[in-house]
């Protein structure tokens, strides 16, 4: 599982900077570093397209994983480099970015969209596997979602814009109550995708999602 | 009580035409419609926002059918609305004398003018369909009671020319299940398909109406083979409007409509037509006298 970014426009980077004359720039070893849009080469890329806006770039670093903790190993390391930066530019996900803003104590601006949380498949293909609705319905669907799969997250099978397996939303989608019937048919359980679903609950999860993980339940009575 | 539930009722062949709102709040256009189809045909459909394009809503059309004395049919789709809007416009319509609603998911937002809205499909065509029952019952979708519930006349649509189909019928099951009492089909071409899916769909306690969408050139419809999801023209039909000379093409699209309302009409084939004119509404009346159902 990957969260999938791809990188803002540099007009769009700069207007985020435009009070800011020193920067700092954090990539992510991780998933960025995978999509090609906050590595090393890619902050290495950035850096220069920063100095060359007029800015000067303090410093850069590519943390393992951009998500978790900034590190007090990196924030000693870059000690100087970071209290010398105005803002911090980071190249990772929105979770990294939101990492760095409470943890440096500095203005942050996102060098990346993120996307999805996808798995990757063929030659640098992601794609989209579940969006975290808290009701799972994988069962009936012989593990596709169709929450997630069917561009218009239907429940009760195809909408009438399906054709010969597409979608017709285009871009190359494939209808997922094609795929999901294909392989209902093949494992033997057709039937499932006769059942009635009623309409989800947007409220399964109250979001902001915060969950307190506590013991098994047993253990939880004891204390 | 709905005028097109008893026409069905009945046993007479139904005809129901659509018509759909302007792009704007001139409203002379969309009138002459419904004044020149509204004591022609048992049901005019009134679209709702049609292709994800916005328009005038469907539930103005609609009411604009009712006051001018026809028989609407509001088409209501999942695409714009979630469940507390689609119910607080379902008991609005009925209070106001709408009977009939055709429930459907809705074109992807994409595919419209407004590509960057959120598509909602809170609830789909099915579950739609099961609300209005609930609401019928008397109480919401929250399960609170209601103070006065409506008996909506509820249809739905089934494409018989989808590929593949059996996932399309496996919903058109569903859609019975959940209270469909009407069928529209999107439009077909070929009446031996046709007549293969009414050997299926006959089984059920339904009603259905053959969708037929007006051809007005061999360009369009190899457009719509091209473009549109579970159309398709067979090849004779355009070489037919091909092979007439420029300016005829839509006579001859009428004609072909009118050959085909007189076929499923003679061979019992179906309950009756809706049919599609999409800015052709001033054929409509024509197309019913050649087919001989005026």
């Excluded at chain 2, 469907?58 to 714009?80: F, H, N």
Aim: proline share 5%; glycine share 10%; hydrophobic share 40%.
């Amino acid at each position: 599982m990957k969260t999938i970014t791809r990188q803002k426009p540099f007009e769009q980077i700069l207007e985020d900077l435009a009070q800011d004359s020193s920067v700092f720039i954090i990539g992510c070893g991780t998933c960025a570093t995978l999509c090609g849009t906050g590595g090393v080469k890619e902050v290495a890329e950035m850096s220069e397209k920063v100095a060359s806006a007029g800015k000067i770039v303090t410093g850069t670093a590519v943390p393992p994983t951009g998500c978790d903790e900034v590190t007090a190993e990196m924030r000693r390391a870059f000690k100087t480099e970071l209290r010398a930066a105005d803002v911090i530019l980071v190249m990772s996900c929105a979770f990294g970015v939101q990492t760095a803003a409470s943890q440096l104590n500095k203005p942050v601006a996102p060098a990346l969209d993120t996307l999805f949380v996808g798995k990757e498949g063929p030659a640098g293909q992601y794609s989209e596997i579940c969006m975290q609705c808290g009701q799972c319905v994988l069962a009936d669907t012989a593990g596709i979602c169709p929450v997630t799969t069917c561009h218009k997250g239907l429940l009760n099978g195809p909408c009438g814009g399906t054709n010969d397996g597409m979608c017709e939303v285009g871009n190359g989608r494939e209808c997922a109550w094609t795929l999901i019937y294909n392989r209902l048919q093949k494992v033997g359980r057709l039937d499932r995708m006769r059942r009635y679903h009623p309409p989800r609950s947007h409220n399964a999860v109250l979001r902001p999602g915060i969950m307190t993980l506590t013991h098994s339940r047993e253990e939880a009575a004891k204390h | 009580m709905s005028r097109l539930k008893k026409a069905l009722d009945s046993g007479k062949f139904v005809v129901t035409a659509e018509i759909g709102p302007p792009k704007g709040i001139n409203l002379e256009g969309v009138k002459h419609h419904i004044e020149l189809l509204k004591d022609k045909v048992d049901g005019l459909n009134v679209t709702d926002n049609q292709s994800s394009v916005l328009r005038y809503p469907s539930l103005g059309g609609a009411l604009l059918v009712k006051e001018m004395g026809g028989e609407p049919i509001l088409q209501m789709t999942c695409r714009d609305r979630n469940r507390l809007a689609l119910q607080a416009d379902l008991m609005f319509a009925y209070s106001r004398g709408i009977t009939n609603v055709l429930c459907l998911t809705g074109d992807a937002v994409v595919v419209g003018d407004h590509k960057d809205a959120k598509g909602v499909f809170d609830l789909d065509s099915v579950q739609l369909l099961d609300t209005i029952q609930i609401l019928a019952e008397g109480t919401d979708l929250g399960g609170n009671k209601l103070d006065g519930a409506p008996q909506f006349f509820k249809g739905a649509i089934v494409t018989p020319e989808a590929r593949p189909l059996e996932p399309q019928l496996m919903k058109f099951e569903k859609k019975i299940e959940a209270g469909a009492q009407f069928i529209q089909t999107q439009a077909i071409y070929d009446l031996n398909n046709f007549r293969n899916f009414m050997d299926y769909a006959r089984k059920f306690n339904v009603k259905i109406l053959a969708g037929l969408v007006l051809l007005t050139s061999a360009g369009m419809a190899k457009f719509m083979n091209k473009n549109v999801p579970g159309i398709f023209v067979p090849q004779p039909l355009i070489d037919e409007l091909a092979g007439v000379p420029k300016g005829k093409a839509l006579e001859t699209g009428m004609k072909i409509a009118a050959r085909m309302i007189r076929t499923i009409k003679e061979e019992k084939m179906a309950d009756g037509v809706h049919i599609m004119a999409i800015g052709r509404e001033e054929t409509v009346p024509q197309i019913l006298e050649m087919a001989g159902v005026a």
